[in-house]
Nanobody, 117 residues
Framework: QVQPVESGGGLVQPGGSLRLSCAAS????????MGWYRQAPGKQRELVAS???????TYANSVKGRFGISRDNAKNMVYLQMNSLKPEDTAVYYC???????????WGQGTQVTVSS
């Protein structure tokens, strides 16, 4: 199966911004809601933002008002605009469908986001 490919992470100072991109299979993005997940060291993977095929968005309380998820169905792309970044946003960020696949091989490499001064 084709894994999503995430990009756009990096090192940013607190208060800064990053835009993450995800290229996913059209067989997934055309059917499923898509989400951005993150996993910090020593913690479980958590869903931070999701978007339906129709564009309805939801956010975890920890990122509400700071992050924005969007999708381009024609290009099979999903984006995450992250503003006002905090050190606690430091994690590896992944995109995938909802509900999340249980198969380890269905996940991409993720993209590292580090927020530090």
């Amino acid at each position: 199966q084709v894994q999503p490919v995430e990009s756009g992470g990096g090192l940013v100072q607190p208060g800064g911004s990053l835009r993450l991109s995800c290229a996913a299979s059209g067989s997934i993005t055309s059917i499923y809601p898509m989400g951005w997940y993150r996993q910090a060291p020593g913690k479980q993977r958590e869903l931070v933002a999701s978007i339906t095929t129709g564009g309805r968005t939801t956010y975890a309380n920890s990122v509400k008002g700071r992050f924005g998820i969007s999708r381009d169905n024609a290009k099979n792309m999903v984006y995450l605009q992250m503003n006002s970044l905090k050190p606690e946003d430091t994690a590896v960020y992944y995109c995938n469908k909802l509900p999340p696949p249980s198969d380890y091989n269905a996940w991409g490499q993720g993209t590292q986001v580090t927020v530090s001064s």
